[in-house]
């Protein structure tokens, strides 16, 4: 059983739970060390730090930053920053003021395709960091979808009638944004985006010399496979690595905490550079 997790989402971004609830829920998985690492968000990071602490858990300040790397959306998590250090809060606000923009844009869109996106949108307008998985819940509960993947597949993915490009930051500036925030950067499942192997290799060469440290290697519901080719980029490109649940709700069985593999052992854990040994 796995003791670290450096990929976990609450309630302010995606994710189920409160930062509270969460931590109790890894503290029954035996979790020790880990990161809340909400979309675009730092709000969840000091009630996750005094829950974590409370219960025996160590955590490190984290977030999951989107960004840009030629035309592709990547996501970046940046560990232990500092999250009240002004190149932080201003990536944070940015980032939060686009959310904002595209979720009006996202609804005007649904709605001009004969779905309720408006509708869909007043149940969440207040969210600090809305995301499509909130429209993605809400056109479920409104009937307009008939679950989650379908939401996502029929209306919110690129090239459906929901879908707004999004102008994020590129990743040279999220690098940087990171670096001198106190951070550590780790690119989020490198597998997940569509990219052919040439353009992953490209990829990660320009993570690596813009100051990138680990990708993540092992993640929730990975397959062994998966898991040996993430292996063979890291070592390929002389990165680091780190594991993380990707939970955004612990009731799914292969997000669940605490039950992610062990990473192989040529690698280098990005964890131990904040001091944590285990695992
Ligand atoms: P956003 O950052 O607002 O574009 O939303 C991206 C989030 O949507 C991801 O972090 C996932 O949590 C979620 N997501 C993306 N695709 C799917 C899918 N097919 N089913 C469920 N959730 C998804
Ligand atoms: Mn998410
Ligand atoms: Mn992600
Ligand atoms: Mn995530």
Redesign the pocket.
């Known amino acids: 059983m796995s003791t670290v997790d450096l990929h976990l989402h609450s309630h302010h971004s ?1 994710g189920l739970l409160s930062p509270s609830e969460l931590a109790a829920v890894l503290a029954a998985h035996a979790i020790q060390f880990c990161a809340l690492t909400d ?1 675009d968000t730092v709000a969840g990071l000091d009630e996750f730090a005094d829950a974590a602490t409370k219960v025996g858990i160590t955590t490190i300040p984290g977030i999951e930053l ?1 960004t840009d790397w030629r035309g592709k959306t990547l996501h970046v998590l940046a560990l232990g920053i500092d999250p009240s250090a002004r190149i932080i809060t201003e990536a944070v606000q940015h980032r939060l003021t686009v959310r904002r923009e595209r979720a009006q844009q996202i609804a005007s869109k649904l709605d001009r395709a004969g779905q309720p996106g408006s509708e869909a949108l007043r149940r969440f307008n207040q969210h600090g960091a809305p ?3 909130h429209f ?1 819940q809400a056109l479920v509960a409104l009937g307009a979808a008939a679950s ?2 379908i939401a ?1 597949k029929r209306w919110l993915s690129q090239g459906q009638p929901g879908y707004v490009k999004t102008e994020w930051p590129s990743l040279s500036d999220t690098l940087r944004t990171i670096t001198q925030g106190g951070g550590t950067a780790v690119l989020a499942h490198p597998l997940r985006y569509r990219l052919s192997a040439g353009q992953r290799r490209t990829l990660l060469t320009d993570f690596k010399s813009e100051g990138g440290v680990a990708i993540e290697v092992v993640t929730g519901g990975a397959a062994m496979h998966q898991i040996e080719t993430a292996t063979g980029l890291a070592l390929r490109a002389g990165l680091e690595a780190s594991q993380g649940s990707d939970c ?1 709700d612990p009731s799914l069985a292969w997000q669940r905490p605490g039950r992610l593999a062990k990473l192989p052992s040529a690698l280098v854990p990005v964890w131990h550079r904040f001091g944590f040994k285990g695992d």
Request: charged fraction near 25%.
């Open positions: 995606d979309h989107s995301t499509r998985t993605a989650m993947d996502f955004h």
